[in-house]
């Protein structure tokens, strides 16, 4: 097991610079989540960090080491691919001892090592089988196991659960999740689902435009994101956004609704502002508290009900698990507990309590 | 069912026509060679003669040059597309895989040796390979046909390499593969349906090319089949029994090599290597 350090690193297609300046340090046996959007280039740090690509700038070091000019298969790092890359032509037990086979280890010692794996994931009765001939769940554990079999420096998850059907996803995460225990293996792992990256995750990594956004434990990133895409992007359904304006003690928003705040902030009196509220902590009021707001769309989830209102025109949310918001009338009234309420100023950063 | 059985009888029909189409001039070849001579232009047109005779095969094989030119074309055509596959392995994967600066240049220069109608060039071939002593002999065959197909050899390779995922190479290198162990162990034995094709394609277009093999050899010993089919004709007549018995005895060895590749053509073979 390793620590990997990450600093300064850039990558660049051509004139496309993908990757600005990421600065990561990940300490031995972390697990440590990758989030963004679509397109913002955590495989691609994946890849540089396993060898599969070329390091445009700055400098990554495995436990020390620099890597940057080391070959792939030099570094000892198991991946997980997105498509599985399983060897088709090659049966379960053939795809999972193939890295032990190229360390020339001593085939009792494989046979031991790909025994054991497979029975931490249930593939015993499968290891005869070619890939075609698995379900999508199947090939996903046997893909887990050829990483697993031989002890690595450190695991490369991409997405490894995202053609998985809700129920084996919730299976397979909570198996990472185990392992990860028991292996207390150095992580990074990708994802796009957010119960995911908030259960497995001992820090999330959170990335937009090819730059890290915000580094932190992921009640951290929910409770005090540093900015507004983190803001947005961690949580589902995602933050409420309203324009504000600060004064001395709290917001006023458009209608002239005054918020006040528990805390002064570091800015200017009168700086226009965006404060966020997460939909789990709208307060639906009774006659005479908060805001009236026109409700669009009742959506039941089963565990709760998110309603999708207009307030001041825009389009705002609210979750709730009281059962009486199911026949909510044309319009409901919302309020907002101010410790609850997240201020960014113009910058879209996230103001912090003037001392 | 019975709403699908008519579309199903359609569909047979259709490919029985196309089946026999194709096959009806392999029937005359064989129909032909088992016509006793006698036979041969005074029972007019029938689909099948009223006496059958293996004398044209027995004179073929007996009494004939034809063993020779067997042979010949074996050597030729086998050693050809051995060598062209397994050029256009090795290139078809470097224009698959690796970005070079020189690559466009490469395929332009490549796709321009396809232009040229080949008559063009027998004269400066033949130029060449007299001073090397390379004409009337089997070696200057296996050049050129090597040479001529290497570039489409190499297209249809590169083909079938672009179909395989790159994450397989990738993951083989993470478990802690060389590149060209990647390509050994992973993709070549993923590229056995292209490269029993590519064999195949090479095999045949050797087998039965007669334009160089007419051009660069002359005499019998180094004749290849398609040449020595020529012996068949003289000034005065043209030994159709003869010739024919030689042709069906030429499609043997073609018919056994894609009897012995036909099972790596059938496709596949990376099904369940990646999701989706
Ligand atoms: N070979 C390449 N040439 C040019 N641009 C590339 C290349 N590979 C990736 N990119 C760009 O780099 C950016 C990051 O891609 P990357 O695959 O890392 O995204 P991602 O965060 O993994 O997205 P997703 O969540 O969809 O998998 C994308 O904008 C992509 O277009
Ligand atoms: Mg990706």
Redesign the interface.
């Known amino acids: 097991m390793a620590s990997i350090d990450i600093q300064n690193v850039k990558k660049a297609y051509g004139h496309v610079q993908v990757l600005h300046d990421i600065d990561l340090q990940i300490k031995d046996g972390e697990f440590v989540v990758l989030v963004g959007p679509s397109g913002c280039g955590k495989s691609t740090l994946l890849r540089m960090i396993a060898g599969l690509e070329g390091v445009t700038g700055g400098e990554m070091r495995i436990d020390g080491k620099r890597v940057n000019e080391l070959h792939p298969k030099d570094r000892d790092i198991a991946m997980v691919f997105q498509s599985y890359a399983l060897y088709p032509h090659m049966n379960v037990a053939g795809n999972m001892s193939y890295s032990l086979k190229l360390r020339k280890t001593a085939k009792e010692k494989i046979a031991s090592a790909v025994a054991s794996a497979a029975s931490k994931l249930g593939l015993d009765p499968l290891l005869d089988r070619r890939p075609r001939a698995l379900s999508g769940g199947q090939r996903q554990r046997v893909a887990m196991g050829r990483a697993i079999v031989r002890q690595p420096k450190a695991f490369l998850f991409d997405e490894p659960l995202s053609n998985l059907d809700a129920r084996l996803r919730e299976q397979m995460r909570a198996e990472i999740k185990k392992m990860h225990g028991d292996l207390k293996a150095t992580s990074i792992y990708v994802t796009h689902d957010q119960i995911e990256a908030m259960t497995l995750a001992d820090r999330i990594v959170a990335m937009h435009g090819g730059v890290v956004q915000q580094v932190g434990a992921p009640l951290e990133l929910y409770d005090r994101p540093a900015n507004i895409f983190v803001a947005g992007f961690i949580g589902s359904p995602g933050m409420n956004f309203l324009e504000a304006t600060y004064h001395a003690g709290g917001v006023t928003l458009k209608d002239g609704t005054v918020i006040a705040l528990p805390a002064p902030l570091a800015l200017a009196d009168g700086a226009k502002v965006t404060v966020g509220i997460r939909p789990e902590h709208v307060v639906m009021g009774g006659e005479g508290i908060g805001m009236v707001a026109g409700v669009d769309l009742v959506e039941p989830t089963g565990f709760g009900i998110i309603l999708h209102l207009s307030l001041h025109g825009l389009a705002f949310k609210v979750f709730t698990l009281d059962r009486a918001a199911l026949s909510a009338g044309p319009t409901v009234r919302v309020a907002f507990s101010p410790q609850h309420l997240h201020v960014f100023d113009g910058q879209g950063n996230r103001c912090v309590p003037s001392s | 069912m019975k709403t699908s059985l008519l579309p199903t009888i359609a569909h047979r029909l259709a490919l029985l026509g196309y089946i026999v189409f194709a096959l009806f001039p392999l029937f005359w070849l064989l129909k032909v060679s088992v016509t006793p001579n006698d036979l041969l232009y005074s029972e007019g047109v029938r689909m099948w003669p009223s006496r059958t005779t293996w004398e044209h095969y027995s004179f073929v094989l007996q009494h004939s040059a034809f063993p020779t030119f067997f042979k010949n074309s074996l050597i030729v055509s086998g050693s050809t597309a051995i060598i062209v596959t397994i050029c256009a392995s090795l290139s078809g994967y470097a224009l698959s895989r690796f970005n070079f600066r020189a690559k466009y240049w490469i395929v332009g220069l490549m796709l321009l040796t396809q232009m040229f109608p080949l008559v063009m060039l027998v004269a400066p071939i033949f130029k060449i390979l007299t001073p090397l002593g390379l004409t009337n002999s089997l070696t200057g065959l296996i050049v050129v046909y090597t040479a001529f197909n290497v570039p489409f050899a190499t297209f249809l390779m590169q083909s079938f390499f672009d179909g395989i995922?790159k994450?397989?190479e990738?993951?083989?290198?993470?478990?802690?593969?060389?590149k060209f162990?990647a390509f050994r162990e992973?993709i070549l034995?993923?590229t056995l349906p292209g490269i029993a094709a590519t064999l195949g394609f090479v095999f045949t277009a050797a087998w039965s090319e007669l334009l160089f093999a007419l051009m660069l050899i002359n005499g019998n010993n180094a004749a290849t089949f398609p040449v020595g089919l020529l012996t068949f004709v003289s000034k005065f007549s043209v030994d159709f029994g003869q010739m024919m018995a030689a042709g069906v005895l030429a499609l043997i060895p073609a018919a056994l090599f894609f009897l012995l590749i036909q099972r790596y053509l059938v496709q596949?073979?990376?099904?369940?290597?990646?999701?989706?």
Do not use: Q, R
């Not at chain 2, 596949?268 to 989706?276: D, I, M, P, S």
């Open positions: 995922p994450d397989l990738e993951a083989a290198m993470i478990d802690g593969a060389t162990t992973i034995p993923l596949g073979l990376t099904a369940g290597a990646v999701k989706g």
